[in-house]
């Protein structure tokens, strides 16, 4: 298999140092290209072919946001993380609309910025928790051209999964059983291409599949 490609984008000498010491550290990725500004990335993603583009969001020039646009704008088969000391809702959706599969926070350990770089390059959307939350809560930045292809029954799961029900509340409601609910789950989950439960309703919520109650009601 290929060594994924990760582009780094941080206005930081020190961090952009730090972050290509954490990635080449695991074999299967390689940096290919560093920029201290969006201007700067955008004139050089295209001699770098990178397959992720790791992004701060606050930097002096055009910013992560409009970065992120423009990035995906020209280079639509990117997948640009976000990595950011930062989160307010405006940035957050902004990103997110934008098309970024990825938000961490800076405070995030090695090992599992790590494994979300490796979620993001097996197609998954992986988000920091509380950014996951907010998402979910404020039900979303608005919908996305992308139709995953759920059943009608796939998406009365995930309509109940995105309120956090369980198996056997789902099933219950439902009127069908645990292990059926079970595998309805696990094809949503590659039908979104998440890892998790949280992944599929913040993806849901994201690309407008599903609209969640106001808070308050069950």
Not at 29 to 42: D, K, N, P, R
Not at 55 to 60: G, I, S, W
Not at 168 to 175: D, S, T
């Amino acid at each position: 298999m290929s060594q994924v490609r990760v582009y780094i984008v941080d206005d930081h000498e020190l961090v952009r140092y730090a972050l290509r010491a954490v990635v080449e550290s695991d074999g299967d990725m390689l940096v290919v290209g560093e920029a201290s500004s969006g201007e700067e990335a955008l004139g050089d993603i295209e001699r770098a072919t990178p397959d992720i583009v790791l992004l701060d969001l606050r930097m002096p020039g055009i910013g992560g946001v409009e970065t992120c646009r423009r990035l995906l704008e020209s280079w639509p088969d990117l997948r640009v993380v976000v990595l950011t000391s930062y989160g307010d809702d405006d940035e957050v959706f902004g990103v997110l609309t934008a098309g970024a599969v990825g938000y961490i926070m800076k405070d995030t350990s090695p090992d599992a910025l790590l494994q979300a770089l490796r979620g993001v390059a097996d197609g998954q959307t992986v988000l920091d928790s509380d950014v996951a939350r907010r998402v979910i809560d404020a039900g979303g930045p608005g919908p996305a051209p992308f139709d995953p292809g759920l059943s009608e029954r796939e998406t009365d799961v995930l309509t109940l999964m995105a309120r956090g029900w369980s198996n056997r509340r789902i099933a219950r409601e439902l009127w069908i059983t645990e292990p059926t609910v079970k595998s309805h789950v696990s094809h949503i989950l590659r039908k979104l291409k998440v890892a998790d439960r949280t992944g599929a309703a913040v993806e849901a919520v994201r690309l407008g599949i599903v609209v969640l109650p106001s808070a308050g009601s069950d």
